[in-house]
């Protein structure tokens, strides 16, 4: 039977568990603020993208940024820019193809809503990035796959084009004498364009886009379609994507991780060293594991890190347009 001190003593321990509960929340809510509120002066707009490819997708990215255009419009422009580019052998037509001597891409998009939309293991289809994005804004799915990604495409007035390319015919054909599949890490266009913005009204998005590792099993997927392992995005955070070894990116979720860790108060640059960190934890050998992340923040600041060196990532802001050498744990 309860006393009347016994109620006593229980109503101020519910009391006090209520004020500490409000406390907590104050507390985080101005944690959270002071994430959006770090930086003095904001940057914006702000591009930034993956390796030195990323320098001419940023200027097509920029057009629309300088012009008050949407994040999410500049950065599939961005990556279009590199798909299209037959001399990069990463992404898109010209891509270095599988095993079998197919071409298969795959891209992601996420806007500031938290939207997406991707397709994976795609062929005959020169801009994947604008499919994934048909798929975030035409169909109620994430992810569209092979052929059924192809007849999407097509559904929606995509031309059937042969990203073969004869230079990448040769090469594969020269490959195809000894058949050894070694990933090669640190190579100039190496593997992925993951392009971030940040535009002229505070919003973030982002686009990711790869032909995948030159001479993969068919129908092998990395990390780059992946929403949370190659690209992540939210509005109320930041921004991040990861290029290099996919496996061992969607191993850490890498890109969800970098975000969470700007959200409990990394800047960019430290989130992406401590998803690396993590990289070569969870690896017993890295002999060879290239991974590299780029991160942006809501308030324009931004960072790269990799495991090793040898990674790029370009920047563009009313006030810079250059190609950063990102920092790294050992050297290649």
């Known amino acids: 039977m309860k006393t009347r001190r016994n109620f006593i003593k229980l109503s101020a321990l519910g009391g006090a568990a209520i004020v500490t509960s409000s406390c907590m929340t104050s507390q985080k809510e101005s944690t959270d603020s002071n994430i959006v509120s770090s ?22 990215a920029w057009k629309i940024l300088s012009d008050k255009g949407k994040a999410l419009d500049a950065v ?13 052998m990463s992404v898109g037509i010209g891509g270095l193809p599988d095993r079998d001597g197919k071409v298969t891409l795959d891209a992601c998009i996420m806007d500031e809503h938290n939207n997406c939309g991707a397709v994976a293991c795609l062929e005959d289809i020169e801009n994947p990035i604008s499919v994934a994005r048909k798929v975030m804004e035409d ?15 097509l559904e929606k007035g995509f031309k059937e084009t042969n990203l073969l390319t004869e230079k990448a015919k040769k090469l594969w054909e020269k490959w195809k004498v000894q058949s050894n599949y070694k990933p090669i890490i640190n190579s100039e ?3 992925t ?19 995948g590792m030159a001479y993969k099993l068919h129908g092998r997927v990395g990390d780059s379609p992946i929403i949370g392992a190659g690209l992540f995005v939210d509005n109320e955070v930041g921004a991040a994507c990861a290029t ?9 979720a890498g890109s969800a991780i970098v975000v969470e860790l700007m959200r409990n108060g990394m800047s960019p640059n430290e989130a992406c060293k401590e998803a690396v ?7 017993k050998d890295v ?42 744990n050992r050297e290649s």
């Open 39 to 60: 930086a003095k002066n904001v940057v914006k707009p702000i591009v930034i993208s993956t390796w030195n490819h990323g320098l001419a997708a940023n200027n097509d």
């Open 139 to 153: 169909t109620k799915h994430v992810m569209l796959v092979g052929q059924g990604a192809k007849e999407f495409a």
């Open 277 to 283: 960190d993590r990289v070569i934890k969870k690896h």
């Open 189 to 191: 266009n190496h593997d």
């Open 76 to 88: 599939e422009a961005g990556v279009r820019n590199s798909e299209s580019d037959i001399n990069n």
């Open 244 to 252: 290099g070894v996919g496996e061992a990116v969607i191993r850490v």
């Open 193 to 211: 364009i993951g392009l971030l913005a940040l535009d002229e009204f505070g919003n973030l998005s982002g686009a990711c886009t790869t032909s």
């Open 287 to 328: 002999t060879d594991l290239q991974v590299g992340f780029i991160a942006l923040n809501r308030n324009g600041e931004y960072g790269g890190y990799s495991v090793y060196s040898g990674f790029n990532y370009a920047v563009r802001s009313t006030t810079q347009n250059e190609l950063i050498d990102a920092q790294y």
